[in-house]
């Protein structure tokens, strides 16, 4: 029947022309354009929710929104460190619970590694007659890369899955909700005091951890009976260089930092449910000592340039 106003011949009333009999200059009604733009809209829309902190984005995206999260977060963090917000009370809560509570199990692990280090390096040394650079090889190894690396790992697996813990629980509960409905900054009031007890805790550890991997070196050196103490000593104060020791706390400041960012984010960003809770302290776990794996290999590189 042909399309258009008024009657037909037959005396018929024509419909009002419907949307599928317009076609366009391509074959295509105003109608399914429509509905074609509102399915590219709905898909738009999606990849814009997804997009949002804390929800699943594409897989392909979800690194980078990761990344810009976390540089975000510290980056607030930051701004109230700089300007003085700092909740003493909570910092210093903070620095007992990372520094203090882990102190002697990085002082066992490490001196125990110590003590290996020791008995391989004799081993190898004697090959070479040099059993009398025991000493610096074991002072050297552990304020180069076993000392904070090692340190860093304990704090990561102790504190940094503590402070996910703590703050996914606060997230499920929606307690830092809460703080923002104050108008309180959850990064000054629970961000703050964690970076800065891991930025000033961390390096005090490493510190720790490299002089028990020499007490414990020197420990298995002198009962062995293999070199005598003094010689022990007297080559780590000929051959250390003060630079050394500096850079490695120099990478326990940055292993400090990429704890408490990845642990902060990783609970302030869970999702509300309580198996999550769990799956984010996982998380932190493993990507902070991903983490300091891979930034140790650019740090050494940038730390200990040497010209052969």
Same mark, same amino acid.
């Given at each position: 029947?042909?399309?258009?106003?008024?009657?037909?011949?037959?005396?018929?009333?024509?419909?009002?022309?419907?949307?599928?009999?317009?076609?366009?200059?391509?074959?295509?009604?105003?109608?399914?354009?429509?509905?074609?733009?509102?399915?590219?809209?709905?898909?738009?829309?999606?990849?814009?929710?997804?997009?949002?902190?804390?929800?699943?984005?594409?897989?392909? %995206?979800?690194?980078?929104? +990761?990344?810009?999260?976390?540089? /975000? !977060?510290?980056?607030?963090? #930051? @701004?109230? $460190?700089?300007?003085?917000?700092?909740?003493?009370?909570?910092?210093?809560?903070?620095?007992?619970?990372?520094?203090?509570?882990?102190?002697?199990?990085?002082?066992?692990?490490?001196?125990?590694?110590?003590?290996?280090?020791?008995?391989?390096?004799?081993?190898?040394?004697?090959?070479?007659?040099?059993?009398?650079?025991?000493?610096?090889?074991?002072?050297?190894?552990?304020?180069?890369?076993?000392?904070?690396?090692?340190?860093?790992?304990?704090?990561?697996?102790?504190?940094?899955?503590?402070?996910?813990?703590?703050?996914?629980?606060?997230?499920?509960?929606?307690?830092?909700?809460?703080?923002?409905?104050?108008?309180?900054?959850?990064?000054?009031?629970?961000?703050?005091?964690? %970076?800065?007890?891991?930025? +000033?805790?961390?390096?005090?550890? /490493? !510190?720790?951890?490299?002089? #028990? @991997?020499? $007490?414990?070196?020197?420990?298995?050196?002198?009962?062995?009976?293999?070199?005598?103490?003094?010689?022990?000593?007297?080559?780590?104060?000929?051959?250390?260089?003060?630079?050394?020791?500096?850079?490695?706390?120099?990478?326990?400041?940055?292993?400090?930092?990429?704890?408490?960012?990845?642990?902060?984010?990783?609970?302030?960003?869970?999702?509300?449910?309580?198996?999550?809770?769990?799956?984010?302290?996982?998380?932190?776990?493993?990507?902070?000592?991903?983490?300091?794996?891979?930034?140790?290999?650019?740090?050494?590189?940038?730390?200990?340039?040497?010209?052969?």
């Amino acid at each position: 029947m042909p399309c258009g106003r008024g009657r037909c011949r037959r005396g018929r009333r024509r419909r009002s022309p419907s949307p599928r009999c317009m076609r366009g200059a391509r074959g295509v009604s105003p109608c399914h354009r429509l509905v074609r733009g509102r399915r590219l809209l709905s898909l738009r829309g999606r990849v814009a929710v997804d997009a949002r902190p804390g929800s699943a984005a594409p897989w392909l %995206l979800r690194p980078f929104q +990761v990344f810009g999260e976390m540089v /975000a !977060l510290t980056a607030e963090a #930051a @701004g109230h $460190l700089v300007r003085g917000g700092v909740e003493y009370r909570q910092t210093m809560e903070q620095m007992a619970q990372t520094g203090f509570h882990s102190l002697p199990l990085v002082v066992m692990t490490l001196g125990f590694t110590g003590m290996v280090m020791a008995f391989h390096g004799l081993q190898q040394s004697a090959k070479l007659q040099a059993e009398q650079m025991l000493g610096w090889l074991v002072a050297e190894a552990f304020c180069r890369e076993l000392g904070p690396v090692l340190a860093s790992i304990v704090v990561a697996a102790r504190v940094g899955s503590a402070f996910t813990a703590e703050l996914g629980t606060m997230k499920v509960t929606e307690q830092i909700d809460a703080l923002r409905a104050l108008a309180t900054s959850p990064a000054r009031y629970l961000v703050v005091p964690r %970076l800065a007890a891991c930025l +000033v805790m961390v390096p005090v550890l /490493a !510190l720790a951890g490299d002089v #028990a @991997g020499i $007490l414990g070196g020197y420990l298995y050196a002198t009962n062995s009976q293999a070199i005598t103490g003094s010689l022990y000593l007297s080559s780590i104060e000929d051959n250390l260089a003060p630079s050394t020791a500096i850079a490695g706390i120099a990478k326990a400041i940055f292993f400090g930092l990429i704890i408490a960012v990845v642990g902060c984010h990783q609970g302030m960003f869970c999702r509300q449910a309580a198996e999550d809770v769990g799956r984010a302290t996982t998380r932190s776990v493993v990507f902070s000592i991903v983490a300091i794996f891979v930034s140790d290999y650019f740090l050494s590189k940038l730390l200990f340039r040497e010209t052969f």
